[in-house]
């Protein structure tokens, strides 16, 4: 090709600033996309990463409560949009009434569902817990002392 090129051009100076500028713009492509994949390693080694800022214990109950009840509005829209199929839906259910009274815009828990809820992870599971903790650490404590501690397991060997 670049044959054809010098010998196309009337002036051999010409022909020849020609045929060097197209060999230097093709072999200078890759020193230069090297030097530039480069420059951003190295920009992205000196610049200081900062860590995600976590979110504290109450920012992340209102979080849920607001991607919870956002999502489920879309559900409402959803299933009251005409791309819906209603009895489809309403024969995969265990209980029609209740998914009818959501859509119509009633909470989509039961006060027992709350409740129950409520003594497994509010803030008295947490007590529970807390106590449950406590007792089986002194009964560890205690049956430590009671049995000769096992050092070899002669079972694999």
Same mark, same amino acid.
């Given at each position: 090709?670049?044959? @054809?090129?010098?010998? +196309?051009?009337?002036?051999? !100076?010409?022909?020849?600033? $020609?045929?060097?500028?197209?060999?230097?713009?093709? %072999?200078? /492509?890759?020193p230069?996309?090297? #030097? &530039?994949? $480069? &420059?951003?390693?190295?920009?992205?080694? $000196?610049?200081? *990463?900062?860590?995600?800022?976590l979110?504290?214990?109450?920012?992340?109950?209102?979080?849920? /409560?607001?991607? *919870?009840?956002?999502? #489920? /509005?879309?559900?409402?829209?959803?299933?009251? +949009?005409p791309?819906?199929?209603?009895?489809?839906?309403? =024969?995969?259910?265990? +209980?029609?009434?209740? @998914?009818?009274? @959501?859509?119509?815009? =009633? @909470? !989509? #828990? *039961?006060? %027992?569902?709350?409740?129950? !809820?409520?003594?497994?992870?509010?803030?008295? +599971?947490?007590?529970?817990?807390?106590?449950? &903790?406590?007792?089986?650490?002194?009964? /560890?404590?205690?049956?430590? =002392?009671?049995?000769? *501690?096992?050092?070899?397991? %002669?079972?694999? $060997?």
């Open positions: 090709g670049l044959c @054809f090129m010098y010998s +196309s051009i009337q002036i051999p !100076h010409i022909a020849l600033a $020609t045929v060097l500028i197209a060999l230097c713009t093709k %072999n200078l /492509e890759y230069i996309q090297w #030097l &530039y994949i $480069t &420059y951003r390693k190295m920009c992205k080694a $000196t610049g200081k *990463t900062v860590p995600p800022r979110l504290t214990e109450e920012e992340y109950r209102i979080q849920g /409560e607001v991607e *919870t009840s956002k999502a #489920l /509005e879309e559900l409402r829209e959803y299933c009251n +949009s791309g819906c199929s209603p009895w489809k839906t309403v =024969s995969r259910i265990q +209980s029609p009434k209740r @998914f009818a009274d @959501f859509v119509e815009g =009633s @909470f !989509h #828990l *039961t006060p %027992n569902e709350v409740s129950v !809820h409520e003594q497994e992870y509010g803030l008295g +599971s947490l007590i529970a817990q807390d106590e449950i &903790y406590e007792e089986t650490s002194s009964e /560890e404590e205690d049956s430590d =002392s009671q049995y000769p *501690t096992v050092t070899q397991n %002669n079972f694999l $060997t």
